[in-house]
């Protein structure tokens, strides 16, 4: 069973649209995220919720919005899509100390 | 913020070598952990590892807490040992992960 999965793995899509991306863990942790990896590989955290709750908020546009509806599943929202957000976009769980990732979603903005 | 640190950035070697990465961080840290990115992208958990020492088969791990700093080593490389190795840290409640600039491993047969 995968402990934390992401769907779709691939999304190609065309700039202006809106998009989702999907998150399950099924590890019972209290806490997800969301990581972007850009194009040189740097990860950065992008937002953080504890028990459904919002916890950290980086520095993300607010075209980006994440939707918590219980516990296990984290989506992530991107309205009016643009190239600059082509990366893989990474979701994460953790108990307050390891974090395991999904397998990310390379999302192509074209 | 916490920076992260890591080196070497690049790093080749022939299959059977040793090798050991460094990661440096500037803050004190509750998490600390090593992952390895295969080339199909996925981040696979090497260490959970705040303070101490950890071995996993060809792989152990050393974390110097009060002095900063974390090694991997990695003993017999294999081709498949290939990809890139982050070193991520965390230091606050909820352990959001601050992550470094990943050394990348080549493993020639």
């Known amino acids: 069973d995968t402990a934390v999965s992401q769907t779709p793995k691939y999304l190609v899509t065309q700039m202006g649209n809106d998009k989702s991306i999907k998150c399950e863990q099924n590890?019972?942790?209290?806490?997800m995220y969301w990581y972007k990896q850009d194009s040189k590989k740097f990860l950065k955290i992008m937002f953080s919720?504890?028990?459904?709750?919002?916890?950290i908020n980086e520095t993300v546009p607010n075209r980006f919005s994440p939707k918590s509806p219980d516990k296990a599943h984290l989506n992530l929202h991107i309205n009016s899509l643009e190239l600059g957000d082509s990366a893989v976009y990474f979701c994460?769980?953790?108990?307050?100390?390891?974090?395991?990732f999904g397998q990310g979603t390379r999302l192509t903005v074209v | 913020g916490i920076q992260v640190e890591q080196s070497p950035p690049d790093l080749i070697l022939q299959e059977g070598a040793n090798s050991t990465l460094r990661c440096n961080f500037s803050?004190?840290?509750?998490?600390l952990q090593w992952f390895h990115q295969n080339p199909w992208g996925q981040l696979i958990n090497l260490f959970y590892?705040?303070?101490g020492t950890k071995q996993n088969g060809r792989l152990s791990a050393t974390t110097v807490a009060t002095e900063r700093y974390s090694l991997l080593y990695i003993s017999s490389s294999q081709t498949t040992d290939s990809g890139v190795y982050f070193c991520?840290?965390?230091?606050?409640?909820?352990?959001?992960?601050?992550f470094g600039k990943g050394t990348m491993l080549l493993v020639s047969p």
């Open positions: 919720y504890n028990n459904k709750e919002l916890i």
């Open positions: 991520a840290v965390g230091s606050s409640g909820y352990s959001t992960l601050t």
């Open positions: 590892i705040p303070s």
């Open positions: 803050d004190s840290v509750n998490n």
């Open positions: 590890l019972g942790h209290d806490t």
């Open positions: 994460a769980s953790s108990r307050a100390a390891e974090a395991f």
